[in-house]
């Protein structure tokens, strides 16, 4: 059975930092793409960050190049948030995909029914 669970969501204040992990399990880990994908509130999904679990290559989307880092070790994906802000609000979900990474098009990369599975989410709140 493939789970993604993801944990690490919170209030924070902002500028705070916050480090969300994804435990992936049922399925062989090393062979897809791990990407994290946010829903701000009343919003569409955002595509944030991804990571080639084999090669290592990261992808960021602009909005947190420079503050966020995409990290994985063993079976679980990490999202390093550095100097958060209010706008990082959103429900933050991990999801796999296990074809071949296509260029960057944050409308594919956001969309759910591209990967082959996708976590319940985890929200996080940047507030003061």
């Known amino acids: 059975q493939v789970q993604l669970v993801e944990s690490g969501g919170g209030l924070v204040r902002p500028g705070e930092s916050l480090r969300l992990s994804c435990a992936a399990s049922g399925f062989t880990f090393g062979w897809y793409v791990m990407s994290w994908i946010r829903q701000p509130p009343g919003k569409g999904p955002e595509w944030v960050s991804g990571v080639d679990t084999s090669s290592g290559v990261t992808r960021y989307a602009d909005s947190v190049k420079g503050r966020f880092t995409i990290t994985r070790n063993k079976n679980t994906a990490y999202l390093q948030m550095n100097s958060l802000k209010p706008q990082d609000t959103a429900v933050y979900y991990c999801?796999?995909?296990?074809?071949?990474?296509?260029?960057?098009?944050?409308?594919?990369?956001?969309?759910?029914?591209?990967?082959?599975?996708w976590g319940q989410g985890t929200q996080v709140t940047v507030s003061s």
């Open positions: 999801a796999a995909d296990g074809g071949p990474w296509p260029p960057y098009s944050d409308s594919y990369y956001a969309a759910e029914k591209n990967y082959d599975w």
